[in-house]
């Protein structure tokens, strides 16, 4: 499958991280990648940091989403960015989705 332009929800199979945590890498080329996380209610991204330039979408749920200390309660439709470097994570509330996108691209994740 060709991920570097078009990506078929339905055709891209969840990986399972573990711990009610399960991402699916939906487009990527060198410069930029978007992946969806999903996690069940309680579940955890553990606080973290990467060279990475980060954004998250809620598009379901509620989390408890930390960057480098300071916390914020985001819901359906909030945004944050990630700065590189940053120490950030996340608590999943509700249970929900994250949209991530990075650039340049995770090759950890592919």
């Not at 991920?3 to 060198?30: E, H």
């Not at 819901?75 to 120490?87: A, K, M, N, T």
Request: glycine share 10%.
């Amino acid at each position: 499958m060709d991920n570097t332009i078009f990506g078929n929800d339905n055709d891209i199979p969840w990986t399972d991280l573990g711990q009610g945590v399960q991402r699916k890498v939906m487009v990527y080329n060198d410069e930029l990648m978007v992946v969806k996380v999903r996690f069940e209610a309680g579940s955890v991204g553990e606080l973290h940091q990467h060279p990475h330039v980060q954004t998250s979408y809620v598009s379901k749920g509620k989390f408890s989403y930390i960057i480098d200390g300071e916390e914020r309660i985001l819901e359906r439709g909030d945004v944050c960015i990630v700065p590189s470097g940053r120490l950030h994570g996340c608590t999943c509330i509700e249970a929900g989705e994250l949209i991530d996108s990075f650039t340049p691209y995770r090759q950890d994740f592919v």
